[in-house]
């Protein structure tokens, strides 16, 4: 059975930081495409940031590109979002998830796996 268990969320300050993190069992991450989710009040889900396996090219979404990095240990099975100059409007709950090779499928398409998510707090 796959788990992903997200944490690292809270409450910050516009123009802090966070780091998420998101811990995998069940699934080795080391042959996954890797991604982090996000989903506001009253809004649709929306992709954050991915690594794709196997080329290890990461992906953002423009909101973000600049001030999030998605990195991931395989040692530890864990992939990481680091998120830096947060805004008011990065507020939202965040979702990890994992899927095996999808050849022709967006980095943002066809998650197999879903964490709990995390919820990330951001005031003015």
């Known amino acids: 059975q796959v788990q992903l268990v997200e944490s690292g969320g809270g409450l910050v300050q516009a123009g802090g930081s966070l780091r998420l993190s998101c811990a995998g069992s069940g699934r080795t991450f080391s042959t996954a495409t890797v991604a982090w989710f996000r989903q506001a009040p009253g809004k649709e889900r929306d992709a954050v940031a991915a690594?794709?396996?196997?080329?290890?090219?990461?992906y953002y979404a423009d909101s973000v590109a600049g001030r999030f990095t998605i990195s991931k240990d395989n040692a530890k099975n864990t992939v990481y979002l680091q998120m830096a100059s947060l805004k008011p409007e990065d507020t939202a709950v965040y979702y990890c998830?994992?899927?095996?090779?999808?050849?022709?499928?967006?980095?943002?398409?066809?998650?197999?796996?879903w964490g709990q998510g995390t919820q990330v707090t951001v005031s003015p």
């Open positions: 690594i794709l396996w196997p080329d290890g090219i990461t």
């Open positions: 998830a994992v899927r095996g090779p999808r050849l022709g499928r967006a980095w943002y398409e066809d998650y197999d796996y």
